[in-house]
């Protein structure tokens, strides 16, 4: 019987000896490609069952970051991304759970980023923004449009000058221009997009963390429309505790109004 046979000292060997596996790809500089050591050769080296060594490399599959290929065994992949869009379920359509989550966790980033963006941006590196916008006028298919779009949020997170943070991001790329392609294939709204980018830009300019706080995040929620449209009401009833403004806060001279379209897929 194979030493792991308890059940909950199995699941905290696994989680052990994929920690230990992940470990031996970055001490050996392992790249795209390159082969892991075989199932007998882990077990010898780190101590773990042959059960063990297997669910470990089966974690590592799930994750994308091994995969099988004939007469080698398991070498290292580039499908993390992949991986994380299947687990999203971004097939042919996005659930309004799924993207609530995704854009969520975009709003911890992009809006999380702020204070440093407004305290140590410049004004080359917000010229460097609005150049990436203009390339979404540009656009002139789904692809292109979600490939600019995703440029310019990237560059937004580079600039927050964090490389936990941008990996987060760039781990996720998959799904997040996934995203934007779902929504860009039900309506092209470049120019909106343009604009409401603009607005983002204008803001970080001023210097007004409340207003960027406010356009990035009706920008990143507007794509609910496109995703769930029956969900999405199409008044909000203001009352004495939920007043809602009727303009977004001002960056220079002129206010956003709230109903002014924006893109749907931030």
């Not at 470990?56 to 004939?70: F, T």
């Not at 006028?137 to 964090?162: C, K, P, Q, T, Y």
């Not at 409340?210 to 969900?231: C, E, K, N, Q």
């Amino acid at each position: 019987m194979d030493s792991d046979s308890n059940q909950t000292g199995r699941l905290s060997a696994t989680d052990r000896l994929v920690g230990q596996i992940r470990l031996l790809i970055s001490d050996r500089g392992l790249g795209l490609g390159d082969p892991l050591p075989t199932e007998r050769e882990l077990g010898e080296q780190f101590q773990a069952g042959r059960n063990t060594v297997r669910e470990a490399l089966q974690v590592l599959r799930a994750y994308g970051m091994i995969e099988s290929r004939p007469k080698i065994g398991a070498v290292i992949a580039g499908g993390q991304g992949e991986a994380l869009r299947r687990l999203f379920a971004f097939h042919n359509d996005i659930s309004p759970g799924s993207f609530r989550d995704l854009q969520g966790f975009r709003k911890i980033l992009e809006i999380g980023v702020c204070d440093h963006l407004i305290v140590h941006g410049q004004e080359a590196d917000f010229d460097r923004l609005d150049a990436l916008n203009d390339r979404i006028l540009a656009a002139d298919s789904v692809e292109a449009s979600a490939r600019a779009d995703f440029a310019f949020h990237e560059a937004l997170i580079a600039l927050a000058d964090n490389r936990t943070t941008l990996a987060t991001w760039q781990m996720l790329g998959t799904v997040i221009e996934h995203l934007m392609r779902v929504g860009k294939s039900s309506r092209m709204v470049n120019a909106q997009t343009h604009a409401a980018h603009a607005e983002i830009v204008a803001a970080l300019r001023a210097r007004d963390r409340i207003a960027y706080t406010y356009l990035m995040s009706r920008h990143l929620d507007y794509g609910l429309r496109f995703v769930a449209p029956d969900t999405w009401p199409t008044t909000v009833p203001a009352t004495a505790s939920t007043a809602v403004p009727t303009t977004a806060p001002a960056v220079g001279p002129n206010p956003v109004p709230l109903s002014e379209p924006l893109t749907p897929e931030g």
